[in-house]
């Protein structure tokens, strides 16, 4: 019995890491940030969490793009974020996937104006280049071999409409 639960678990690891390699030529940066709120010791539920990572993703993708997103359909940032923690004694976390944001530089100038605004970040945040998606794609979906089997939060996931999956006419 033991053994299918995990042949079970596995799977689902593999199943996201190719749901995520789907999109890993065009991921060009992964920004880490955490919770906290009064001096770390306040940590949002999950809805708050999705909630302010939603919103950040928005900003951003305003920050890079401003109105250009609504008139052209590649003007958007793709953003796919995995959140760790929170369901054991790890401190949240999310790992966001971001593409198409113009440069490292940009996104670091970005957060270090959104976080003192926002209101569940803590001021730490890491944005680091993906060279290799494949390893980051697996190294992202580890949480669902254990113990968090939504860790890739797809319901807030910002993905152009250019790489969105096509629907099947038949």
Same mark, same amino acid.
């Given at each position: ?6 042949? $079970?678990?596995?799977?689902? +690891? ?5 749901? *995520? %390699? @789907? ?14 709120? #009064? #001096? ?7 809805? %708050?969490?999705?909630? $302010? ?7 951003? %993708?305003? /920050? ?10 590649? &003007?958007?940032?793709? &953003? =796919? ?14 790992? =966001?996937? *971001?593409? #198409? ?10 957060? +270090?104006?959104?976080?003192? @605004? ?18 980051? &794609? ?6 669902? %071999?254990? =113990?968090?089997? /939504? /860790? ?19």
């Amino acid at each position: 019995m033991t053994s299918k639960y995990l042949a $079970q678990k596995t799977t689902l +690891q593999h199943a996201s890491a190719r749901m *995520l %390699n @789907r999109y890993a030529p065009w991921m060009d940066y992964m920004l880490t940030i955490t919770f906290g709120r #009064n #001096n770390l010791r306040l940590l949002p539920d999950e809805e %708050n969490a999705k909630k $302010q990572v939603r919103h950040l993703s928005a900003a951003l %993708n305003s /920050a890079v793009w401003g109105h250009r997103s609504r008139k052209n359909e590649k &003007c958007n940032v793709l &953003c =796919i974020p995995v959140f760790e923690g929170g369901t054991d004694i790890k401190r949240i976390h999310t790992h =966001i996937l *971001l593409g #198409n944001v113009k440069s490292d530089v940009e996104v670091r100038r970005f957060m +270090q104006g959104y976080i003192p @605004r926002s209101y569940w970040l803590a001021p730490d945040f890491d944005v680091r280049p993906v060279n290799m998606a494949d390893g980051a &794609c697996w190294y992202l979906s580890k949480e669902l %071999n254990t =113990i968090n089997d /939504a /860790a890739i939060a797809w319901d807030i996931a910002a993905i152009p409409k250019p790489l969105r999956p096509r629907k099947s006419t038949t």
